[in-house]
């Protein structure tokens, strides 16, 4: 099956600081990646929408201004938590769509974020 | 209130043992269902896919059925191992759209 990498596994900074999170499709082409974020015992939650070469699309509650995506190929996404605190401390996912199945989202392994 | 409910929320068994997990949801219109296994700290994993038109799909020792009708999934797991202690969670995906709506997941501990 398809192969989706997150990068990296795990952080840990400060109050403050900006985290970027890069999310990449090994062996297809993601016309569509999706941004989740999991808190403990609960499940996922889409945070935003994005597709190649435009904007991404949020979710309800979610702040664009917070949370930056860029799309900027077939086989890249990043996420930017900016100025991140305490209680953006979660377990962040992202998928892709493509390839030869354009209904099925693949799952990154996730990226645990911690905010000291 | 969750268009995705999933039964129990958590539940311990026996290793060898089997145990049937719920899924009932209202999305619609429907395309697909899916159940994912998500291994603490992991990214979900598919485990099977099924369409309005399929009844049962089995993957291994896991055993998804569907009851379009009455908008109910099941997912059987047969034989338990130490390696299913896993969140199960099934996620109805929504025609037009290929929106994705998740259940809030079952916590299965397999016990030796």
């Known amino acids: 099956g398809a192969v989706v990498s997150q990068h990296p596994s795990w952080v840990i900074c400060k109050s403050g600081t900006s985290v970027k999170i890069e999310c990449r499709s090994l062996?297809?082409?993601?016309?569509?990646m999706f941004w989740y974020r999991q808190f403990p015992k609960q499940s996922l939650m889409l945070m935003a929408t994005?597709?190649?070469?435009?904007?991404?699309?949020?979710e309800q509650g979610v702040e664009k201004d917070k949370f930056l995506i860029n799309h900027a190929s077939l086989t890249l996404s990043t996420l930017t938590v900016t100025s991140a605190h305490p209680e953006d401390s979660s377990f962040y996912i992202c998928?892709?769509?493509?390839?030869?199945?354009?209904?099925?989202?693949?799952f990154g392994p996730g990226t645990r974020l911690l905010v000291l | 209130k969750n268009q995705v409910e999933q039964s129990p929320q958590s539940l311990i068994i026996l290793e060898g043992k089997n145990c049937t997990l719920q899924?009932?949801?209202?999305?619609?219109?429907?395309?697909?269902l899916r159940w994912y296994k998500q291994d603490t700290g992991r990214g979900p994993v598919s485990l099977t896919i099924?369409?309005?038109?399929?009844n049962t799909k089995s993957n291994g020792r896991y055993t998804a059925t569907l009851d379009a009708d009455t908008k109910q999934s099941s997912l059987h797991i047969t034989a338990s191992q130490l390696s299913d202690s896993a969140s199960y969670i099934c996620?109805?995906?929504?025609?037009?759209?290929?929106?994705?709506?998740f259940g809030g997941g079952t916590r299965v501990l397999v016990k030796p």
């Open positions: 996620v109805v995906i929504k025609a037009a759209g290929n929106k994705l709506t």
């Open positions: 062996d297809f082409q993601a016309t569509t």
């Open positions: 994005s597709n190649e070469g435009s904007k991404a699309t949020y």
């Open positions: 998928s892709a769509r493509g390839g030869r199945e354009q209904e099925t989202q693949y």
């Open positions: 899924c009932n949801y209202t999305v619609s219109p429907f395309s697909n």
């Open positions: 099924m369409t309005f038109s399929e």
